[in-house]
């Protein structure tokens, strides 16, 4: 007879909380330090992400937002 194996913790995956304003650099980097928001990452806001990220000390969502940055060839 198999063993089963059962879990009772489900799986959480995050998504980017629905009253997120895009247009607010704040909002758009609290989301990002909680690893969501992506979507949310333009041209336009890029900059001022990387250096806030740079400023306190999340060298990891820097590099990210640099690589976003970066352009495919």
Partial sequence: MPTTISST???TVP???A???ASNIDSVYA???HGVGHEHVTEANVQALIQR??????P???AELREWQAPCG
């Fill in 15 to 17: 998504t980017t909380p």
């Fill in 53 to 58: 990220a740079e400023a306190d000390k999340h």
């Fill in 31 to 33: 989301n990002l330090v």
């Fill in 60 to 62: 990891v969502l820097a």
């Fill in 19 to 21: 009253d997120t304003d």
């Fill in 9 to 11: 913790a489900a799986t």
